[in-house]
């Protein structure tokens, strides 16, 4: 079973809004660190937001006052609501957790959802 599931990608002109949503097969995961990474094509996976097991968030200073991360435990669901949307911000979107705390480091996240594609047009 597919520990994360990503929806709500496409395609928007530079200066609107997309909202993604992850679905966590699990509600334990929810009590987990979790976060949105981001990979453009020939680019390594980078942390854009974080929201860790204490309720802490923190953001890649490229998206800060543009994106929100938030979560609906009830909703066993995470989401990242993009405003001001820019031409780089086209990648690929993965959602991710990991027990305990953990910041904007990929490499501290194990379990990954497959990602949903954000295109952004100028």
């Known amino acids: 079973q597919v520990p994360l599931v990503e929806s709500g990608g496409g395609s928007a002109q530079a200066g609107g809004s997309l909202r993604l949503s992850c679905t966590a097969s699990?509600?334990?995961?929810?009590?987990?660190?979790m976060g949105w990474f981001r990979q453009a094509p020939g680019k390594e996976r980078v942390g854009v937001a974080i929201i860790d097991s204490g309720g802490r968030t923190d953001y890649v200073d490229s998206v800060k006052g543009r994106f929100t991360i938030s979560k609906d435990n009830a909703k066993n669901t995470l989401y990242l609501q993009m405003k001001s949307l820019k031409p780089e911000d086209t990648a690929m979107y993965y959602c991710?957790?990991?027990?305990?705390?953990?910041?904007?480091?990929?490499?501290?996240?194990?379990?990954w959802g497959q990602g949903t594609q954000v295109t952004v047009s100028s």
């Open positions: 991710a957790a990991v027990p305990g705390r953990a910041g904007l480091n990929a490499d501290s996240y194990n379990y």
């Open positions: 699990r509600d334990t995961y929810m009590t987990y660190s």
